[in-house]
């Protein structure tokens, strides 16, 4: 008994520590991380040097245009280093820019708030799968998960899209998402006359 709880210490003892801090999971806008909130506070909590971390991650990313959300992941070692993985941006804002849309349907399945092609879902597709979480999908399963996000989004995948058919789908969308706002107006109005 003796032999097997020097051998447990020993191996205790040879074993490196494990870390059990969580990784840090938020989106930071390219080239536009600053030491203020919410992104300071998140890094303070977790002993990371802020100014370090802002200047390497604007430097990272100073290849794509500012201000587009990048998904990012930082694990903290104990001794207060961190290391950064940016990921490609999320889908919904790649689908989103493809359609030309600001802002998807308010009630996706019922409305189409914008239209792509299946070149576009291809070429999104490809981008998100050099994303380490999706790594081992193969390019139809990823097409097929973006086709599901399309759908919550209400964006309808067509085969061909010709421009002046898509110009005047958009402007007719405008007027009903102006339509839309202001029904939503209406109705905060209407619930703070009634709470007041």
Known sequence: ???????????????DKI???SKLRTNIPAGMAVAGPPLGPMLGQRGINIAAFCKDFNERTKDYKEGIPLPCRVAVTSD??????IHAPPATFLLKQAAGIQKGAMNPGKEVAGKITRK????????????????LLTLEQMCNALVGVARTCGIEIVNELEAAEYQTFLEERKRIVE???KELQEKREARMLRMG
Request: glycine share 2%.
């Open 19 to 21: 870390n059990h801090t």
């Open 80 to 85: 207060r280093a961190y290391e950064l993985t």
């Open 179 to 181: 339509e839309q706002r």
């Open 1 to 15: 008994m003796s032999k097997a709880a020097g051998r447990l210490k020993t191996l205790k003892k040879s074993i």
């Open 120 to 135: 576009h879902l291809y070429e999104i597709a490809q981008i998100k799968l050099q994303d380490p979480p999706n790594a």
